[in-house]
């Protein structure tokens, strides 16, 4: 029994390294290739038998039966309803609805084609209104401002400062 059990260590541990080292027997590579093969044979095999069984055509046969069956229903239905007084005063409606959809989107999209030509007229106006505020920029900062001079003293005389003095010529 020890016998069994060393060998089957050193199995163990030979295929342990094997698998360590990325190595495998090629007959068990073999084997599994062909043992997929086989399987892959036998579902192609069932597939096949199913496909052509009688079952498969009856229940073909019955789909098809059914929905030809279930087309002529429906167009017979449809028929029905159409020819009804009803169904005219539903599709009268309906046209009415389609109508009456159909002029306001006409009055939304002139309402949007005049919001965009307002939104395009006040955008040149305010381009214009900013470029004649840059020019005139330049002119009002020149006239608040004097040019730098030195400072120069003037003299002022006692009686011209009353000539022109606070509320002088009032």
Known sequence: MTEQTSSSNESTQSTAQEAKQGTTDPQ???NLREELNRLGG???QVLNVA???DQRRELERDLKSGLNSLASNLEEGFQRV??????????EQAEEVAES?????RQNEVAQELGQGLLR???ALSTQIEKFSAELQPETAAKQSPPAAEPQDIPVAKEDREATGPGAGI
């Open 51 to 53: 496909w052509n069984s």
């Open 101 to 105: 959809v159909v002029a306001k989107v």
């Open 42 to 44: 036998s579902f192609m």
């Open 121 to 123: 007229g006040l955008q």
């Open 82 to 91: 159409t020819e009804s007084q009803e169904a005219k005063e539903l599709i």
């Open 28 to 30: 068990l590579e073999q």
